[in-house]
């Protein structure tokens, strides 16, 4: 009644192997993989229907298949009898030891006399690595744990079946898949820290699935691109109102980053990318001429207020000079009772004159 669900082609194989029907069995498996079914179980039976028959170099072939989906063949080789003898098989270790990774103790070592040489001493720390960068030096783990790799792409699993789940329902949460959709990009960042063969290949497939849904999230990740830099800039300008140049600086690259990632998403909005930059850069250059102004030796001596309708004078270094006068490279656009705000290249700097 339903012949495209493959759950009941997997549960009519699992029946047929029961009954001792294999041929039927093996055929039902395939149309298991047809149906985009389990990988993993299916490949495993078919690598035990291949041993049952001698068939040693398909049986083989089936079980790396198995291990490439996730399966960790060491282990799940032990519950099928056909297979269970494979552990002690030298060909079958070098093939898990290609595919996957595992500790002594997991192969069958039931030899009273056999010692594990190594075992951790208690001073045993994680491996660290050190990197340079831009001078500094900064410490790196350089891989997780077999644990946390498990844990890390079970979690990248839930968060792409959440982006399905919202981007079919009636009213997508937009919030919701952009998280989503950032802490896998955040996880494929760190896939260098994966060393797990089979957890390596799991994330590699996360990976791809991610790009193919790149393409329903444009609109998605474009708009949180304009909010992301929206908010740097204003960031940005609050750092410039504070005078924190160097902020403004490491602000300014950071809306580069979101521009030129808007940018790569669709090249289409490369002029709104421009833009932003733009504006980015606008403030960037004011920082540097107000940073390069402070670093000049002007100092105000005093102010003298002028009585309504005449001059006010301000003395710089020494010299007397009243509104729209010039220095040695600047002007005086305007003179407050305690303030002088001065013209620098184009930008207008104010200046607090302190009395005491």
Same mark, same amino acid.
């Given at each position: 009644?339903?012949?495209?669900?493959?759950?009941?082609?997997?549960?009519?194989?699992?029946?047929?192997?029961?009954?001792?029907?294999?041929?039927?069995?093996?055929?039902?498996?395939?149309?298991?993989?047809?149906?985009?079914?389990?990988?993993?179980?299916?490949?495993?039976?078919?690598?035990?229907?291949?041993?049952?028959?001698?068939?040693?170099?398909?049986?083989?072939?089936?079980?790396?298949?198995?291990?490439? $989906?996730?399966?960790?063949? $060491?282990?799940?080789?032990?519950?099928?009898?056909?297979?269970?003898?494979?552990?002690?098989?030298?060909?079958?270790?070098?093939?898990?030891?290609?595919?996957?990774?595992?500790?002594?103790?997991? /192969?069958?070592?039931?030899?009273?006399?056999?010692?594990?040489?190594?075992?951790?001493?208690?001073?045993?720390?994680?491996?660290?690595?050190?990197?340079?960068?831009?001078?500094?030096?900064?410490?790196?783990? %350089?891989?997780?744990?077999?644990?946390?790799?498990?844990?890390? !792409?079970?979690?990248?699993?839930? $968060?792409?079946?959440?982006?399905?789940?919202?981007?079919?329902?009636?009213?997508?949460?937009?919030?919701?898949?952009?998280?989503?959709?950032? $802490?896998?990009?955040?996880?494929?960042?760190?896939?260098?820290?994966?060393?797990?063969?089979?957890?390596?290949?799991? !994330?590699?497939?996360?990976?791809?699935?991610?790009?193919?849904?790149?393409?329903?999230?444009?609109?998605?990740?474009?708009?949180?691109?304009?909010?992301?830099?929206? /908010?740097?800039?204003?960031? %940005?300008?609050?750092?410039?109102?504070?005078?924190?140049?160097?902020?403004?600086?490491? /602000?300014?690259?950071?809306?580069?980053? %979101?521009?030129?990632?808007?940018?790569?998403?669709?090249?289409?909005?490369?002029?709104?990318?421009?833009?932003?930059?733009?504006?980015?850069?606008?403030?960037?250059?004011?920082?540097?001429?107000?940073?390069?102004?402070?670093?000049?030796?002007?100092?105000?001596? @005093?102010?003298?207020?002028?009585?309504? @309708?005449?001059?006010?004078?301000?003395?710089?270094?020494?010299?007397? /000079?009243?509104?729209?006068?010039?220095?040695?490279?600047?002007? %005086?656009?305007?003179?407050?009772?305690?303030?002088?705000?001065?013209?620098?290249? &184009?930008?207008?700097? &104010?200046?607090?004159?302190?009395?005491?």
């Amino acid at each position: 009644m339903q012949p495209y669900v493959s759950g009941y082609h997997l549960a009519l194989a699992l029946v047929l192997r029961k009954e001792g029907r294999a041929e039927e069995e093996f055929r039902k498996l395939k149309d298991v993989l047809d149906l985009n079914g389990p990988e993993q179980i299916v490949h495993l039976l078919m690598a035990e229907f291949h041993m049952q028959r001698g068939q040693r170099a398909e049986a083989f072939a089936s079980l790396r298949k198995a291990a490439e $989906s996730g399966m960790k063949i $060491s282990d799940a080789v032990a519950k099928l009898p056909a297979l269970e003898n494979l552990r002690n098989d030298t060909e079958f270790v070098k093939l898990t030891l290609e595919l996957e990774s595992f500790t002594l103790r997991s /192969l069958d070592m039931t030899s009273a006399k056999f010692h594990d040489p190594f075992v951790p001493s208690a001073k045993w720390k994680p491996v660290k690595e050190q990197h340079k960068l831009r001078g500094k030096e900064t410490v790196e783990e %350089i891989a997780y744990t077999q644990q946390q790799q498990a844990q890390l !792409l079970l979690d990248a699993k839930g $968060s792409l079946e959440a982006i399905s789940a919202h981007l079919n329902s009636a009213q997508p949460d937009e919030k919701k898949i952009m998280e989503h959709y950032k $802490s896998l990009e955040q996880l494929i960042g760190q896939k260098r820290l994966f060393t797990v063969p089979r957890f390596q290949r799991e !994330l590699a497939l996360i990976e791809q699935k991610l790009e193919d849904v790149k393409t329903e999230l444009e609109e998605m990740r474009l708009k949180d691109f304009h909010e992301q830099a929206r /908010l740097t800039l204003a960031e %940005i300008k609050e750092a410039f109102n504070d005078n924190d140049y160097t902020a403004v600086e490491d /602000l300014s690259k950071l809306v580069k980053g %979101i521009a030129d990632s808007m940018t790569a998403a669709n090249a289409r909005f490369k002029t709104i990318a421009d833009q932003i930059i733009a504006i980015a850069a606008n403030w960037q250059t004011r920082a540097q001429i107000r940073r390069e102004f402070s670093k000049k030796d002007v100092r105000i001596h @005093g102010i003298v207020m002028g009585a309504p @309708g005449t001059s006010s004078y301000v003395i710089i270094n020494n010299k007397l /000079l009243r509104e729209g006068d010039r220095g040695t490279d600047f002007a %005086i656009d305007k003179i407050e009772h305690n303030r002088v705000v001065f013209v620098y290249k &184009g930008e207008k700097i &104010g200046s607090v004159f302190r009395r005491y």
